[in-house]
């Protein structure tokens, strides 16, 4: 596809039927047009994709994109192909007359975009093959695997910097959505990207609300929970495979249209199942994390983790499969600490003392975001160096606040004592010399700390109240704790005002029980800034599924549900009122506009 005469704002409009980038979008895509490397930060639905799709439009040659999982892979060529755009998949999943088809269409410029894997990408005979032919870019999606800090590490990602020796006049760019600052520095570092040429865009997805409730019978806290989503689509996570053939089973058994996916599935299931849940034909999958990475399903409304994740960036990346549309979504974590000794166990069993390391403070940060009392949002998008204004107003903590008491008092100790220890030390040790007893006593006798002014003077209080007061004051900002110096406590800016006593300290007292939700049941949600007609929303959402059956294809592809709600809201009566609507180009219009008009008509 040729579009070198027109902006890049214009292949939006025509090809993608967005009317206007998102923030960042239009300087990244304008910067790798001119040739210019760059290392993209967004959240799961945020647009990442267009960042290299449209260059590579742009560009003379094909777009290499590197993908971990062939169902991404599949999700985003399919998509492509929908908007009339000239891509190909080259991987495992093909036989060998399609994989000869698709080096042909290489090799004689009919691709705009390839996506592969990393390691037939890096064999020598596809690299040699790639020096004989035009490339427009590399793009390395699901960037943080590159990192050992990275919560999906792939060593196979780590051979990628071979491609700046290879082909150092090609630009490139990495792009993920759940990076904190170690994964950041491994993935410019291993790339040999220009720092300067980062985009990070935020980590906040305000659509979706944040619920923890406390494990209690949560076979029927998940049923409570899904009473609340009938007829919508929704992913049930859990740590086990065992675990996901039970919950799966428990569901079935009550009428659910659900299925099970986890790596222990034949490779037939596996895909049978997910081409049912893109379909629309099953509502619910209860999986393993190998479910999700990458799939690119719109409508999902809601995401259940059943057991405690490992770590925030996997509950980031897995929560961010919801409402990737903008519509409103759920997110609800079953927390309890059961689950908590599982994963240590896993931790364990780690025979690197570093991995064990590492993954013991990343689970710590997960159970501090489960314990916190404070807005999760905060707490979430700070662990990736964010500090929101304001609380969000859409999750458990600002939707039901806890009690409140003032801890300023406490928390002048706290930061003392963690001065007085001279920043060196953990959140356990400084607890002990808090309470001026527990499992580090003997360490701080033979240390000399029950001398300092700060040992014993919290002994009134228990290990659990100060653990909640200190991860309090790392949430707020007071503390930071460096998972790169064995997670010891430092004291920052803000916290001398709040030791001197010129600022006050605001903290929630712990919950024994989740709050009850209200009885009387929620009217019908607007869906983002559309305020439309229901049952004509679900005729369009009927004629999409009639549609998308008909051509072998998720439903999702052909509109969004946020599209949906905004012709339900608008209902356009012509040709040219469908294309103002967000989600409609040309190639769509030409396929599905006459279908939509004659029902809206």
Not at 470 to 499: C, E, I, N, T
Request: some cysteine.
């Amino acid at each position: 596809m040729t579009v070198a005469q027109a902006s890049p704002l214009d292949t939006l409009k025509r090809i993608f039927g967005y009317p206007a980038f998102r923030p960042l979008q239009a300087e990244i895509i304008s910067g790798l047009i001119a040739g210019q490397d760059a290392f993209v930060l967004m959240p799961t639905g945020g647009g990442k994709s267009l960042c290299y799709q449209i260059p590579a439009l742009h560009r003379p040659g094909v777009g290499i994109v590197v993908s971990p999982l062939i169902s991404l892979m599949k999700d985003q060529v399919d998509a492509l192909l929908e908007n009339g755009v000239s891509a190909a998949c080259y991987n495992s999943s093909l036989g060998q007359a399609e994989s000869r088809r698709v080096l042909a269409k290489l090799h004689s410029g009919e691709l705009d975009l390839l996506y592969i894997a990393p390691e037939r990408l890096l064999s020598e005979g596809f690299l040699e093959r790639l020096k004989e032919i035009e490339i427009a870019l590399f793009a390395i999606d699901e960037a943080h695997c590159i990192s050992q800090w990275g919560h999906d590490f792939r060593p196979e990602y780590s051979q990628l910097g071979q491609l700046r020796e290879s082909f150092p006049d090609v630009p490139l760019i990495a792009l993920t959505a759940t990076a904190e600052a170690h994964t950041r520095q491994d993935i410019l570092r291993l790339l040999q990207l220009p720092p300067e040429r980062s985009f990070v865009s935020g980590f906040d997805r305000p659509n979706i609300r944040y619920t923890v409730l406390e494990k209690s019978k949560p076979a029927e806290q998940l049923v409570a929970f899904l009473k609340e989503h009938v007829e919508e689509a929704g992913i049930v996570y859990c740590l086990s495979r065992k675990q996901v053939e039970k919950v799966s089973q428990m569901l079935v058994d009550r009428g659910y249209a659900a299925a099970a996916y986890h790596a222990g599935l034949s490779a037939g299931e596996r895909k049978r199942v997910q081409n049912e849940f893109l379909q629309d034909n099953l509502q619910l999958i209860v999986a393993t994390v190998a479910f999700g990475m990458g799939i690119d399903k719109s409508n999902v409304r809601f995401i259940v983790h059943y057991d405690l994740p490992k770590n925030i960036e996997g509950y980031y990346q897995e929560t961010g499969r919801a409402g990737r549309d903008g519509m409103p979504a759920e997110a609800l974590l079953l927390f309890g600490f059961g689950d908590v000794a599982i994963a240590r166990g896993l931790i364990e069993n780690s025979e690197n003392p570093e991995r064990r390391r590492i993954e013991s403070h990343k689970l710590n940060s997960m159970i501090g975001f489960a314990e916190a009392l404070s807005c999760r949002r905060r707490i979430l998008v700070g662990y990736f160096g964010e500090s929101p204004a304001q609380d969000c107003g859409n999750c458990d903590i600002c939707l039901n606040p806890p009690e409140m008491r003032d801890v300023t008092v406490d928390a002048q100790k706290a930061l003392s004592c963690v001065y007085w220890l001279k920043q060196r030390f953990g959140m356990a040790y400084v607890i002990d010399v808090l309470r001026g007893t527990g499992p580090n006593h003997e360490r701080i006798l033979q240390r000399g700390h029950d001398k300092i002014s700060t040992y014993g003077i919290g002994a009134e209080q228990s290990a659990d109240y100060w653990r909640n007061l200190l991860r309090h004051l790392v949430h707020r900002g007071f503390l930071s704790q460096d998972v790169g110096d064995y997670s010891v406590l430092k004291l920052l800016q803000p916290a001398k005002a709040l030791m001197r006593g010129e600022e006050t300290l605001i903290m929630a007292l712990p919950r024994v029980r989740a709050p009850k939700a209200p009885k009387e049941k929620k009217g019908k949600r607007k869906a983002s800034e559309f305020d439309y007609n229901p049952s004509l929303f679900e005729r369009l959402r009927k004629l999409r599924k009639e549609l998308a059956d008909q051509a072998g294809i998720p439903p999702y592809m052909i509109f969004s549900d946020a599209t949906l709600a905004e012709m339900a809201d608008a209902q356009p009566q012509s040709r040219e009122a469908l294309l103002k609507i967000s989600g409609i180009g040309a190639h769509k219009l030409e396929k599905y506009g006459e279908a939509f008009l004659a029902l809206l008509q």
